[in-house]
């Protein structure tokens, strides 16, 4: 009988035992199933997708201290680093103002970032998709690499009748190799990759740039390959031979800086006039140029080699001021819209600290009829130096930077001796 009675109880207890069984199995998984925060701070490592659909490797450094994130783009020594940022835990955007440019990012359960970099090109959008995974090993190489690339190259670019000659020079320590490619325009800034198996692959990206340089041994002594510049042009063809003592009269064909672009009639003075970032106009007449010895730059705040040249014409601005030397920017900005335009040249401005007048000459695609004494134009930055007679004694195309070492340091120097010999002339 007492067992008939307790049954009840017993089952009601069972029950009571299952259901808290149940709720800690919950509890349990949940609390498994959480996912902890990750920590986002370190290199993260991926591709980014040209319009061609060439995947450019590159490195993405990020930094989360409280609510404030910093992100840098990493090409060897090279930082390029975001203006402002925010990660809410799953989204994370890197704005670069001085590119016009932003980066926007989700994570995924797997820990991918994937999302996209988006800049003003010319008049229209480049949207390059990405993913990085977060301290990714290096794509790196073996210790045995597959060939030896270090020192000067030429590189043949394009087809004929359309080729053209560019420098190059790498350096290299095991597989690993880092280097520049320059052509007439200037270098594209430090790139790392490696050489394995008998083929060379190069990437820069920063922001601006998504540059690839891939090219195979041909067994003659020369590399044979392709070259994307990450924009909407098609991939190039490209022949890489080095540079040596029995070819050295390739040097005699590479184009020269100094006499690529001219003036139309170099009796007659170069003419500016254009307003400058309050809107007050400035010209080549005004008194503040009078027999003084004038650096007149076309530049743009799109463009990375002019963030290489500005310090520089300010170190000499600085410097030479008061014997007589005047720097003035022309900047063309990419869409013609003044009020985007000019904003965007205040960035680039404040962020080099140029106290020498930046003034906002159009869109890119107007230079021809802004500035028609020029023959053969197409660089950027492209420095016009004008003597105190008010004629152009010479004009540099494109600029050589840091990343191409002794060739920075011997430009540098060319020009500031170009300049003492014009600042030591008599005023007319």
């Not at 949940?30 to 902890?36: D, G, H, I, V």
């Not at 450094?61 to 992100?71: M, R, V, Y």
């Amino acid at each position: 009988m007492d067992s008939h009675r307790n049954a009840p109880l017993a089952s009601a207890l069972r029950q009571r035992v299952a259901w808290l069984a149940l709720v800690f199995s919950f509890l349990i998984s949940a609390t498994a199933c959480q996912r902890t925060p990750l920590d986002i701070n370190g290199p993260w490592r991926g591709t980014v997708k040209n319009p061609s659909g060439e995947e450019i490797a590159f490195t993405l450094e990020l930094k989360k201290e409280g609510e404030q994130i910093t992100g840098a783009l990493v090409n060897g020594d090279e930082r390029v680093t975001a203006s402002s940022g925010s990660f809410d835990g799953k989204m994370l955007k890197l704005r670069f103002d001085f590119y016009d440019a932003e980066l926007t990012a989700t994570l995924d359960e797997a820990g991918v970032m994937k999302g996209e970099f988006v800049r003003q090109y010319r008049r229209q959008m480049l949207k390059r998709p990405l993913q990085a995974t977060h301290n990714a090993a290096n794509e790196s190489a073996s210790n045995t690499p597959g060939g030896d690339v270090s020192g000067e190259w030429i590189l043949r670019v394009g087809e004929a009748p359309k080729q053209s000659l560019w420098r190059a020079a790498f350096s290299q320590q095991g597989a690993e190799v880092r280097g520049t490619i320059i052509p007439m325009s200037g270098d594209w800034g430090q790139m790392s990759g490696a050489v394995e198996n008998g083929e060379l692959k190069l990437y820069r990206f920063d922001g601006i740039n998504a540059r690839v340089l891939k090219v195979k041994l041909t067994g003659q002594g020369t590399w044979e390959g392709l070259v994307d510049l990450g924009l909407f042009d098609p991939q190039r063809k490209v022949i890489a031979e080095r540079l040596t003592a029995q070819n050295k009269d390739l040097v005699a064909s590479l184009p020269n800086p100094v006499t690529y672009t001219r003036m139309s009639n170099p009796a007659e003075p170069f003419r500016f006039s254009f307003p400058d970032l309050d809107g007050k106009t400035v010209s080549a007449t005004d008194d503040r140029f009078t027999n003084k010895v004038v650096v007149v730059s076309i530049t743009g705040s799109w463009c990375p080699n002019c963030y290489d040249e500005g310090p520089l014409l300010q170190e000499f601005y600085s410097r030479y001021r008061a014997q007589g030397l005047e720097v003035v920017a022309l900047a063309f900005e990419y869409t013609g819209e003044a009020a985007r335009d000019i904003e965007q040249v205040k960035i680039f401005a404040r962020k080099l600290g140029l106290q020498y007048p930046v003034l906002y000459a159009g869109a890119t695609d107007e230079t021809e009829k802004k500035l028609p004494q020029l023959v053969n134009f197409g660089a950027y930055p492209t420095m016009i130096f004008i003597g105190r007679d008010g004629l152009v004694k010479r004009i540099h195309a494109g600029f050589e930077g840091k990343a191409t070492g002794e060739r920075y340091l011997t430009l540098k120097t060319d020009l500031e001796n170009l300049l003492k010999e014009l600042l030591a002339e008599d005023t007319p």
